[in-house]
């Protein structure tokens, strides 16, 4: 990590930062998780200046990833009885439209990541534990 940035863990829903603070602002699998995407969408648009970049990294509906999840889900915990949005919405170029094309000149490109962990176990870890119980967090970085 370079030495110059610096990371902060917020609120994606309702962001510290003044107005247009960013040229540029990316989620690499994090906005996905809100519990209200229309606000996040507002502070993704709020927070990047005129004519700045939005890169968002998502899950696809219909992905191997969805398909794990649906392998898993006998094992998991039951859902809240308000759960949050499914994360593989931000996945939908529609859905993404319906949020940002307001404020952004969208292009979508598919591609593929590689998730490397230690073991099975940390896998479960992440996916049953952390992803379940951070859903409106979101780092943010200022270079």
Do not use: H
Not at 15 to 33: H, K, R
Not at 84 to 109: I, N, Q
């Amino acid at each position: 990590m370079a030495p110059e940035i610096d990371f902060k863990v917020g609120d994606a829903e309702a962001l510290e930062f003044p107005d247009q603070s960013f040229d540029c602002v990316t989620s690499t699998f994090g906005v996905m998780f809100v519990s209200r995407p229309e606000a996040a969408a507002a502070e993704l648009a709020r927070v990047t200046r005129k004519g700045g970049r939005l890169g968002l990294v998502t899950w696809l509906p219909g992905s191997a990833v969805e398909e794990l999840f649906q392998t898993m889900r006998p094992y998991m915990p039951p859902p809240p009885d308000n759960p949050p949005p499914s994360p593989f919405a931000w996945g939908r170029e529609d859905r993404v439209r319906e949020l940002l094309s307001d404020e952004f000149d969208l292009a979508f490109e598919r591609g593929a990541t590689v998730l490397r962990m230690p073991s099975g176990q940390t896998v479960w870890d992440i996916c049953c534990n952390r992803l379940w119980s951070n859903q409106d967090a979101g780092c943010f970085a200022r270079t």
